[in-house]
Structures are given as C-alpha cells and as structure tokens.
C-alpha cells in the first residue's frame, strides 16, 4: 500500500516522523482523513485526536491546535502540544474542565479563555478514553 511522511512539529520539537497509509487531523470545523495522493491543503487545526495508521497499527496523539499542510504526499503538522494519547493525564483534563467551568465570566475576553479552555479539556478526555 502506498505511504506518506507525516511530521508533527511543536515549537520546542519534532515529536513524530513516521510513515503511514491514512492519517486523520482534528481540523477547526471538523475532522479530515487523508490517504496517499491527497490534493494539497492547508488548514487550521482544532483540539483533538490526531491517528496514524500503518498497516494494523494504529497510532493516537493529542493536538492543541496549529495548522497542517499537505503536499507530495506530506503531512506537515505545526502545532503548540502533541502528546501520545497513552500518555495523556486523564484526572488533570478533568480537573481543567471542572477548573474551567467553574470560571466567572464577565467579559468577551474571559469567555474566549473559558471556552478554549473547556474545549482542550474536553478533547483530552476524548482522545484519552480512545486510547485505552
């Protein structure tokens, strides 16, 4: 089956390089899948469960947003975290949303830190819940 290179690259990193046959991306409005020979792109990123797969393998990361590019059958991830689903503090995004929640609101300002908040909550608790 034919490959592509996917490269996840945070600001302090390169986190991943590998080879795989269809890579899913949580993308701002949705999710996308994307197998060899893809068109170009470039999109936005959301919060949420990035999946390589390789043969029976597959392979789960959390993304915090970022952009992605793909091009020649390249995957360019650019993004602030990515994390191995696996290794994902469970209990701590629990207590982000819960911390998150809780959070008095009173100008548009807040309600944008609020929300971003509750939404990388709630996308850890997802993509950890996948991985196990």
Known sequence: MPEMQCIVVT?????????????????YDGEIGIAPRHSPLIGRLGYGEL???????????????????????????????????????????EEQLATARARKVNTEELLVIRDRQEAQARAQIRVSRRAR
């Open 11 to 27: 600001p302090e990193t390169t986190v991943l390089e590998q080879a795989a046959e269809f890579v899913a991306l949580p993308l």
């Open 51 to 93: 999946r390589l797969v390789s043969g029976d393998l597959t392979t789960r990361y959390y993304v915090d947003g970022g952009f992605v590019q793909v091009k020649d059958d390249v995957i360019s991830v650019l993004t602030n975290r990515a994390i191995p689903a696996v290794q994902i503090d469970r209990q701590a995004a």
